[in-house]
């Protein structure tokens, strides 16, 4: 059965169906919206259009770029960015930073700073084997592979290793002695005063379903539960698997969406800073009667993508369903409050309406 075909978008999100369990083994139809908004570097935002994914979309830098969509759970806010940092227009330094906060009107919610440096390679003095003086900085994709971290590869498994944190980085090695004289790592994540700060997590982009600290939340798939419970999530299943944000940057009190974002370092242009409109989608479903039922939601992603421009916001429902499935008739995916004329365009509108869930 296509549940999209019973889905109806009446908002400007983007809207996909899909049936899966739950981690209780209960059939649930996910449904997911996503909204889109293109930012100026003035702040000035206005409606534009991401598909919701089902799946990872990898970075070529090793790790993810988008994380997929697909979950039926996910506690609290993900937040990340992902893109290009910038040094000062104008000026030829060797290092700069790069800043994300979010607040509300009297605090700060989520803050992380990452330094980055100019090209350098690894050197061995009386610290060990270390980073070397930086060259002149350029532009810097904000990715994994720049950070400290790494893997030793082997045929024999007894000699393979890697940084669990990430594996995708530079710098972790069995010898560190083989490091010398190859390139470093040139994002390094700043220390918040009484934060304990991982020195992989030089970076704000989505962490990966098997890399830490995601890993190690998915729970034991073992024999007993390969016998017993498959396909069934395990029991020690942490629903905090799910939640993408790289440390530091997951509010575990939801984020509504209206809380002021500022970021330094990934524009040319310099500082961005902006607020979002208060429009969320709610979801209904129908199934035996006239009446339509509410389902939990909240605000649970937002991706920042710099070198677009663009913020995506995910909200997810997971609809329990009936025995026959057919018994729901319809999903109704809506917004109480309208958006200004002022943020939608046609273009926007005719994306939205192309992508979104389709009528019967």
Known sequence: MDLNRRCDAECWATVRV??????????????VAKMAYAV???????VDFRPVRWSDVLSDRGGIKYP?????EKPGTDVALIGTAHPPRGKAVDRF?????VSNDTTVLLRKTVQVFGK??????????VPGPSAIAGPTPLVYALCWGGRTESTDPALFAE???NPFGRGFAREPSTLVGTEAHVLEPVTEPGVTVHPSHGCFAPVPADVEPRRSRAGTYDSEWARKRAPIKPRDFDPLHNAW?????????PLRGTETFEISGVLPEGPWRFTLPDYAPLFESRSIGPGWTRHPTHLDGVLIDADARVVELTWRAAIPLPKPWELLSRIRVWSEKPLPRDLT???AATARTSQSAPSP
């Open 245 to 253: 944000a790289t440390p530091g940057l997951h509010a575990s009190k």
């Open 120 to 129: 350098r390679t690894y050197v061995a003095d009386k610290r060990g084997v």
């Open 97 to 101: 930073y790069v800043g994300l906060a």
């Open 40 to 46: 100026s570097p003035q702040g000035k935002v206005t």
């Open 68 to 72: 997929g969509d697909l979950c039926d």
């Open 18 to 31: 899909e049936s899966t369990f739950d981690r209780h083994g209960n059939d649930v139809a996910v449904v």
């Open 345 to 347: 365009d046609s273009s």
């Open 163 to 165: 940084e669990p944190q």
